[in-house]
């Protein structure tokens, strides 16, 4: 595959849609980004990286942070998180409480708020601290012993996480928490404030596209669960959108309010495309058209 | 009207049923009370107190306070609570998510816990300190200068509060506190923490049933607002039972799962029951079957 | 009382405010109504009806009928109709399905549209014509023997209600329906198409205000089952405005679309007021604003 | 791929499972049926067909009629249906009313009930006999001239539907319906009624595997287009456990209540997989076994 020659498709698919969409604005410091940037990186099972555009400008990683969240839990212990989260879809908007109420404080998956933020609290539980456990994945994958918290960003989402608290007591209220609520979404609000590139991104989702494989080699965690994070992109990844992306795309996505979309296609590569503007349910406007230029161009599909 | 003969007529039904019902046992300080008590107090519009049985024994007023905290918040800007809360009956279990989610944070009346919430906010805001408002308005009202907060029991309600706290987010998340949500919180749980005994809560319930009247005389809302306070504790006042209340005893009722329940005749008196047992509706069984005899004893309904 | 005089107070107090509203547009017989006519009419226990303005216009009784299939379904077996439906308040807009849906089609009380569709299935089930006896207790209690169903309108309702079938076919779902859906909604949708004159409801809500004693001195049901109608009227007569009426009016009252509402003091007279546009509740604008003006000309309140 | 010895693997994973699980018994013809069957059928894209166990015995196709009803509507005006239905993953269980009347009559996606009768009524619409096209379509995939509707099957479905019915009225109440409920109903229950076997569902389902190619090899719908089936068997093929196939089996799947499974592996091969008794979600136990082995056999999945 002439991924360069790919990317220069995406470019141009891309570039009448940039500043397209809204910017999040529920915090400053994701209000304040420019919306007229946009990047693409593929990294490939093999080792190569390919990219263009803004590709090595840092944003911040928020939800897709989820997928590395929910890879450390089920490396320690794959089997106890699914007692207290479950797999299947949502059917209702990505921080919803009345399914949370209607289930009895158990979400439906690690992808929608309420359950990453059990995974969080699970991580935090299982390794003492959840944000250093991820800070050292990220170093390690990326090969940025820089990488950290924006903890700008962090304070702000901390300050403005009236839901995200309404969340995690209800869920206590239902004994769905290991860790005292402000600890667990401290934790939470962190792991969401990674300061992240395209090219880091995509090196980090070799992770989920080579099942569970590092990049010194060594297996995080055994093939079998590494599908539940590509087959939970697929069905719950992009908010309310999944069946839209399942369509457009067909590779399993994950993105995140700060404009980022991670998709991979199993075995082969890991795309990180990147452009602040949102659509109404949350998915950059850019990274949407771009990652469907992708499969256009490459012919990559898992349907 | 012979109210002792009444009350001896209360007496006899009663008996029967003492120690019935299970005791609310979410926090210590209420599953230790001994369930085989019972009293009961009637206070006339005229001055007279009548009694029998434990009516001088405290119990924690739970959430008969949100009487009389509407009450206080009524006496100062009565229209503007409206805005923040609703006046109907909630078709929904008493501390429920969904319907406030549905609702887009505004309660659907002040005597659910969320409506209380509310309240309490509000109160707190127009005087700087609910609990020191409502314990100058018991004090006045009762004539027991000592009368204050259970300090124990509102300790253990702020720790087990992990639902009340999800339900001050969600409201915060939509705008409706004024308040930092763990303050009006804190100030909640002591309020619903008053220690009070059944003389003093039917004298204290004059005031709902003289239309806002207080003890010295002089007049603490419009009798149009206090309308509010009986309109609301027959729609509203007994959690998911109003319906069965409304036919069984046929006048306003407030109840709380310290097991005392506050019932009104407009213009007549004030009665207040104690039973610690509760119904599986949050609803003292010896309170409810009382006053049942009470309202057949007298002739009394407001139907 | 100068029932004379309080209804010269009513009509300065309406007049203003006729015209105003929407009238019911859901079926052509309800949306051709003039809407600038309006009439109140006042019925004693003692045998007086006093009126003025459109007293002897006939309308279509909707919703107000569920009052009295109620009665004649209690009248007969009082006890079986409670474990088909509930007489709780409903926190849902006055046809909604979620409720019905979470509560395992069990309406919440006999006056949203899924208990009253019940109590029309017990009617018919009972009667073997649920029809035929609500129009003999029509024309006995108003002693017009041509009272009767305006079957343009019944017919209409039969085509244009969908929902009711939703509603009708999901209880039947969960086993709360005695006879064919189509046959009790043909009974149902008939006996909302009564045409009633504002005296005639007057005349008829005496059986309510008298507590179960028609107008030949007999009795239809007891004292104590009456007193069901009256506590459902308050709770729940006025569909999502419930608490708003008890505050505003202080009566129990029960409205329907075709304008009217029927207030009932009880053991004292029963009003019948009617004008054809709504509020955005579906109460009649006129209806709600007489009856506030009568219940401040006379004092009267339940609260 | 050997897929005689694959099929021999899963005869021997599913063997000790064979008669596990229930039933379905809310019809008759469904509950009469011999729950100690099992077969399974492949169809490859080459055209060869294996096979093994009750490969020949005719079953209810159920809700997997509502992969090829979904075809046949897209084949003809694509674009129109998903006006009328979104292609979202529902958080409710399969027939649930709730998401629907909080959704405004628009299903979550074409494989739950309310989606499916929308996609029938459409293609009844379209066509003026939807039973009828499917039957075209079924005899022209799998070869087999007498296949056809079970009409004691169809005619206990239409008898039991009254839940199906309740869906139908309150889309029809939202505008949602085309035709006439009943008459939509009539050919939707024919559809879900179909005799089909294993052998042939594998056959016929090399549709959905040949991304819209007919068996004549002319295509009846877009490359593009078809990848809707797949996506949503992926999202929503198996009711409320859609992510648990995705990691048990990650391939893409659509379950009937008849017993059957059709699964697809994209551009290879097609599986059939029956046994009739389900588990609580309602999807074959065995089947769901089965297709397991089958994919740890021959290491397909689209993850």
Known sequence: MDYQNVIGQVMSAAAPHIGEGAVADYIPGLAAVDPKQFGIAVATAEGQVYGDGDVGVP???????KVFALALVLSRKG???WDRVRREPSGMPFND???LELERGIPRNPYINPGAIV????LLFDTGDAVAALRDLFRAETGNRALDVDSVIAESELRSGERNRAIGYLM???GNMRNPVELALDHYFRQCSFDITCTELAKAGLLVARHGLRADGSRLLERADARHLTALMTTCGTYDAAGEFAYRVGLPCKSGVGGAILAVVPDRCS???WGPGLDPKG???TGGVALEAFARATGFSVF
């Not at 995974?119 to 699970?122: F, I, S, Y």
């Open 79 to 81: 089997t106890v998180i």
């Open 59 to 65: 944003f911040a990683i928020e939800s897709i942070s």
């Open 271 to 273: 795309i990180a495309v």
């Open 97 to 99: 409480l009345i399914e």
């Open 172 to 174: 206590s209220s239902f």
């Open 283 to 285: 998915n950059s406007v």
């Open 119 to 122: 995974v969080a609290d699970q």
